[in-house]
């Protein structure tokens, strides 16, 4: 049994240990490794109130779902992971989730048809397009064009760069598991927490020591030079910026430019050079700021710094 069968069960509350026990013994086919793994597949005598806590704990210890403070979004992750890898196909991820369906604009509803078995022999049983009437690999295939056509696992750090658009730019301020944000007022002791809070290092911290500030990360323990001014937001995120140095680097998103408050994206280091590997350092630079001393990204003008938009197609001379 699937993981993402399991969640969509954990979700709705209609967990069974038979289905606890297949897939236990799925994962340990696959290679996994895990006590929990080996007491579910004996199928033991476990009061149905306590199964949901063996699918956190089974999840927990293999990577498969950390979180799971929203069953939903748990079960919709998991699932979303599954399409990736091949082990769920597009129509039943549109099927189980209309909010992608609408997302990624397929413009039809998806039906579970039991159908008799046809002339030929073989039973079209199983999820059809109900204007189109698609079904099998004519409707995977249908599906998937949808869902390649509408980016759905870009994420929004990509997004800046390849579609900018108002669109793309409100999406950040709903957002804080890829960017966070720091406004010019900002207490400046809260900011390495808002940095783990996207990086989840739980190693990234900040503390006082009278009024002296200092930044912490593993083994390193850096003070931040501030100045008592406006300044002192800028100073802290480039103290920062060298504690996580040469792991992750932190960039302004230059589409949060011009507010009083400014979003920063922080990746791993070759995540930033994948990125510009992929879509070209112009275009990198030109969705997010590299932080030096100069120019104070809170206090100075950044006019002349971003670079120039190219123009697309073909150009006649």
């Known amino acids: 049994m699937k993981s993402c069968e399991i969640l969509r069960r954990y979700y709705r509350k209609t967990i069974d240990i038979k289905c606890l026990a297949d897939w236990a013994s799925g994962l340990l086919r696959e290679g996994h490794e895990s006590d929990d793994l080996y007491l ?20 927990q210890d293999l990577g498969i779902c950390e979180d799971f403070s929203d069953p939903y979004k748990a079960y919709k992750n998991v699932s979303l992971e599954a399409y ?38 073989s039973n079209p049983s199983g999820l059809h397009s109900d204007m189109t009437k698609k079904t099998g690999k004519a409707l995977e295939t249908y599906v998937d064009e949808y869902i390649t056509r509408s980016r759905l696992f870009m994420t929004l750090i990509e997004k800046l760069i390849v579609e900018p658009s108002k669109e793309t730019t409100d999406l950040l301020f709903d957002d804080h598991s890829e960017v966070f944000w720091v406004d010019w007022r900002e207490d400046d002791g809260a900011i390495a927490g808002f940095c783990d809070a996207v990086i989840e290092s739980k190693q990234l911290s900040s503390l006082w020591k ?12 850096k003070k931040v030079p501030l100045t008592n001014s406006c300044e002192d937001r800028h100073v802290t995120i480039l103290t920062i910026n060298k504690v996580i140095s040469p792991d992750y680097e932190i960039r302004m998103v230059w589409d949060s430019h011009g507010s009083d408050t400014l979003a920063f994206a922080v990746l791993k280091c070759e995540a930033w050079a994948s990125l510009e590997a992929r879509y070209g350092e112009h275009e990198v630079d030109r969705a997010f700021f590299k932080l030096t001393d ?10 002349g710094f971003r670079p120039p938009k190219r123009e697309k197609g073909w150009r006649f001379w």
Do not use: Q
């Open 210 to 221: 009278g009024d002296k500030l200092f930044v912490h990360c593993g083994d390193v323990l």
């Open 84 to 121: 990736r890898k091949g082990e769920l196909s597009g129509p039943e991820l549109l099927f189980y989730f209309d909010d992608i369906r609408k997302k990624v604009a397929f413009p039809e509803t998806l039906t579970w048809r039991i159908m008799e078995v046809d002339a030929g022999g």
């Open 40 to 59: 579910l597949m004996s199928i033991p005598d476990i009061h149905w109130s306590e199964l949901p806590r063996y699918v956190e704990s089974v999840c």
């Open 294 to 303: 100069h120019p104070n990204t809170f206090t100075d003008s950044l006019d």
